[in-house]
Structure formats: structure tokens, C-alpha cells
């Protein structure tokens, strides 16, 4: 196997992982209380809050070494490695892109699919659209949710969503966004 394909591996890894994680220990009610979940839930009622980064690095930390002893024993340093590097480096990249979804408006289609999806899921319906890299996962398991127009409670209006001047929905999102006075009860599931 090349290590380029072993990248790839690891990096397909993280993104069911991501799906995995998001929607089971994030919204399953059978597994509610769970480190993850917590803060997932106070992500969704707080909007801009995020967990500590100090926690991530530390869980990143420790999931490199418990996958990475295993894979190396498995296939050899080289390719169990580079598998680490993709999973690894790929979770940075989902960290850091929904961290931009929430405080960065986005560049180009993939930056506007990204941030559609995503919110999709945040205020239309927290049981569909987990994936936040990708909707591979939600196409696989029956949750893609296609956007269409989200309503986003005026209390978690992310900062680049809104038009100072006028405080509606900037223009450039103005189809696919609408602000609302309040939040729907019993939308985080
Ligand atoms: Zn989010
Ligand atoms: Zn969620």
C-alpha cells in the first residue's frame, strides 16, 4: 500500500469518525451525558461556544497513540504512520473548518455548501446533516438533509451572517438564511 493511499485511509477515517461521534455521542439520547456530547449540546444552545482547545489536543494526543501503536504494529511504521498523519490531519481540518463556519462567512461554493449544511443542521433539524467535512456519511446512513431556507434564531446569529447597517441577513445570503425572533423548543435532539 502507498502512503498515499494510507493518508487517504486515514483521512476517510476521520470522516466517518466525524459523522460517528457527532451523531451518536453528540445526539443519541442513549449515550447523553458523555464527555463529548456535553459540550456538543452547549455548542448548539450557546451557538459560538466551542470546548477548550486545550481538551482537543489532549484527546488528539491520546487517539494518535491508541490508533497509531495498534496500525504500526499491524502494517509496518511507514504506512501505519502515514494512516495517523491522514486521520490525524484531517480532524485539524474538520476543527478548523467548522470553527470558520461559525465566525467566517466562507469563500467559494465548497465554503458555501459547507456553512448551508452545517446549519442546516444547527436550526433546521439536529437529526440530519452530522457531517460537517462532507455529507458522504449522511448520504451513507439516510440523513442528508438537502438546504433549503434556514431560520436562525436572532439570539445565535452568527456574527458574519448579518448586515450591521441594516441588521437583517446580508444580501449575499439572503436566500438561504432568514433571522427569526426566537428559538424553537426542542430542536436539539
Ligand atoms: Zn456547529
Ligand atoms: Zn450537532
Not at 456535553?38 to 487517539?63: D, M, Q, S
Not at 504494529?73 to 470553527?99: K, M, Q
Not at 448551508?116 to 440523513?143: E, I, M, Q
Request: with cysteine.
Amino acid at each position: 500500500m502507498s502512503l498515499c493511499i494510507a493518508v487517504l485511509t486515514g483521512v476517510l477515517t476521520w470522516s466517518l469518525l466525524e459523522y460517528v461521534i457527532h451523531r451518536w455521542l453528540g445526539h443519541d439520547r442513549r449515550f447523553r451525558g458523555n464527555a463529548f456530547g456535553v459540550e456538543h449540546i452547549r455548542h448548539h444552545i450557546e451557538g459560538g461556544y466551542f470546548a477548550p482547545g486545550w481538551k482537543k489536543l489532549i484527546v488528539a494526543a491520546v487517539a494518535a497513540v491508541v490508533a497509531g501503536v495498534p496500525a504500526v504494529w499491524a502494517v509496518g511504521l511507514p504506512t501505519g504512520a502515514a494512516w495517523v498523519a491522514g486521520l490525524i490531519g484531517f480532524y485539524g481540518v474538520y476543527e478548523l473548518l467548522h470553527r470558520l463556519e461559525h465566525v467566517y462567512g466562507g469563500i467559494g461554493p465548497y465554503g458555501r455548501w459547507a456553512r448551508r449544511h452545517h446549519f442546516t443542521h444547527h436550526f433546521v433539524d439536529a437529526r440530519r446533516n452530522h457531517g460537517v467535512t462532507s455529507p458522504l456519511w449522511d448520504w451513507v446512513f439516510g440523513t442528508y438533509q438537502k438546504p433549503a431556507t434556514i431560520p436562525v434564531p436572532e439570539r445565535l446569529c452568527m456574527q458574519w451572517l448579518k448586515d450591521p447597517a441594516t441588521g437583517e441577513v446580508r444580501r449575499d445570503w439572503a436566500e438561504t438564511f432568514v433571522l427569526r425572533g426566537d428559538k424553537q423548543p426542542g430542536q436539539v435532539t
